[in-house]
């Protein structure tokens, strides 16, 4: 099958590293087609210990691999390799299992590859200190994951923001911006988003201009938005107050401050040292990824995926100073918890919503540093 692929350049190299962590201690889902393909080709006393199929109707609609009590697989083997897929094939797994870490996205522009950073694999290839440039239908792509594949994302056009791909590359600009500190370049997203949010549809490309003029002086760019300076706590406070949904804002904002007197430059002078942080380009491609992987397409979750974006990235500067240590592994580790958490579970978000303190979400972020021996 022919494709449109749009890749970003850092991922190309991406390889299975076969470690098992992924058929570990996850809900492993498997989609409709692959459970009745499984359901028609495989003896009962194959499966039946080692699929839950689930029903509507008494129609199969899909299934969940059951785990092992050690949280792995029931078909992973002693060398950490898929035992269906090595007795029956690659079309016996599960769409989640063919594609993760990949993220496949089908749009306009043709199909779009992002990546999950909650695979260790993966999250090496956020360590390139050259900007993120994309490549279409680069010679060295292995089409493999994405011929495979049931299902591929598709975002939904008709609802997107009117301008969205123009946004989209004026967010990675700004993201790129390797002169200014990235706690700046995030604020001047925010103040994008914020800009965006509030205008009609029709004001976007005129938003998009003024904020790319800015970028194109090459100056302080917050003299230009805001007079008054703001601070990341100020900004996500009024993303709160302009998306009522997000009742939880003051309470998040609190929970994640109140050790530090809420008190932002005192954990930004603790974690990267006046902002001579050597490794902020391993923060900037992470974000680029997000914004890539098509987080803020549509006007409904424009203003939410940047909060969380935000608390992602105060949750590692806070992992990194809990254990004073600012070095680029602690930095991996860090990104790679609020992965876990922030991006492929929910489950940092719904403690958080439940209203647990920030010792019992740090102790428990800690007890997952200990499970995998990080």
Known sequence: MEYNVVIP?????????????C???????????????IKKELKKSEIEDKIKFEYS?????SGTIKMLDDGKCSFLDSDNLCGLQKEKGINFISDVCKQYPRIFISTTRGVEQSMYFSCREALKLLDNDKPIEFDVNPICYNYEALDNSNAVNKVMENKMLKYYYLIEEMMIDIMQQRNQSLK???????SLILSLYNAEDDEHLQIISEYGSIIGKNIDCFKEINSSKLNLIELINKLGESQLSLKSVSFLTKLFFEKFNNNMDKIEIDSFRNNNFKYEYILENLFVMRIFRKDFAYSDKLLKNYYWMVIQYIYILLSMNINDDFSKDRLLVSIYLSEKTFSHTSVLKNDLLAGKSADAIMLEAMEVVNYYNI
């Not at 700046?184 to 925010?190: E, N, Q, S, V």
Request: proline residues 0%.
């Open 23 to 37: 058929c570990t201690g996850w809900k492993i889902e498997i989609d409709k087609i692959t459970c009745n393909k």
């Open 9 to 21: 350049n850092n991922i190309l190299s991406f390889k299975c590293a076969m470690c098992g962590e």
């Open 184 to 190: 700046d370049r995030l604020l001047l997203m925010g």
């Open 57 to 61: 109707k008494g129609k199969l609609t």
